[in-house]
């Protein structure tokens, strides 16, 4: 899907337009400034709209995950909202980290029309769309035409980075990631006895559910400031495309 969106050939069969061969002649008969007025214009309605759905795609996953973690929490069970959580940090870098994408592309310059039109942005547009919609780890699948997916640690590192709590998230994502693996604190979260003791095994003394449910709090609380903060910035750059 790569590559440049002003053709005529090319951007019907890129957005699946109703009336692709009439789109098609309407542009091949008009003038050549006519015609560039029309795509120009598709162009900056397919990209905004692209936007959007990008943002709607994540926040309903966010919304799921959300009512699972706080269902989870309340009927005291740290280990589903543990991975839940880790799922929700998860889908908020992937959100910051291709947000970010769209930002660099913009540059300076707000993303007026005849920014949109700058091949090198429309280049930069299609691959951040390919990897906004088309990821998957599955190699059959890459095999039918979807794009291999960027590792979520790659992303993880780069959004920590810049972000002032980068170490402490860091931190409380490698401490989720064990409530998905069969290690120690995710056998503590099933067989800690009672919230608010604590459980030994073999002499020692090692953190129960009140720990593992202190371990979630943190990430679930960044995880809502960075979502809203970066969805802000999603509808900024919706509202340039729009000028």
């Not at 061969?21 to 400034?33: F, H, I, K, Q």
């Not at 214009?41 to 799921?64: C, D, G, I, K, P």
């Not at 880790?86 to 930002?103: H, K, Q, S, W």
Request: net charge neutral; proline share 6%; hydrophobic share 45%.
């Amino acid at each position: 899907m790569a590559g440049l969106w002003v053709t005529i050939d090319t951007l019907p069969q890129r957005f699946s337009f109703t009336g692709r061969n009439e789109v098609v002649a309407t542009l091949r008969g008009l003038d050549e400034d006519s015609r560039r007025e029309i795509i120009a214009t598709t162009v900056q309605n397919v990209s905004r709209e692209l936007l959007l759905r990008f943002e709607f795609s994540v926040l309903a996953r966010v919304e799921l995950l959300a009512e699972q973690v706080i269902r989870s929490l309340n009927e005291g069970n740290p280990l589903v909202a543990g991975v839940a959580t880790r799922a929700l940090m998860e889908l908020t870098i992937f959100f910051i980290d291709l947000t970010g994408e769209v930002e660099a592309l913009r540059g300076t310059a707000p993303f007026a029309r005849l920014r949109l039109m700058d091949p090198a942005v429309q280049t930069g547009l299609a691959k951040w769309e390919e990897e906004a919609f088309l990821p998957t780890r599955i190699r059959s699948l890459q095999e039918g035409g979807l794009v291999e997916a960027k590792n979520i640690l790659t992303r993880i590192d780069h959004v920590v980075r810049m972000d002032p709590e980068g170490a402490a998230i860091r931190e409380a994502y490698s401490r989720l990631c064990e409530l998905s693996h069969p290690n120690a604190p995710s056998s503590l979260a099933v067989t800690s006895p009672e919230v608010g003791k604590p459980t030994l095994t073999r002499g020692r003394s090692v953190p129960g559910q009140p720990a593992l449910i202190m371990t979630i709090l943190p990430p679930l609380r960044w995880s809502a400031e960075r979502l809203v903060a970066t969805a802000s910035k999603v509808r900024t750059l919706a509202r340039e495309m729009a000028t």
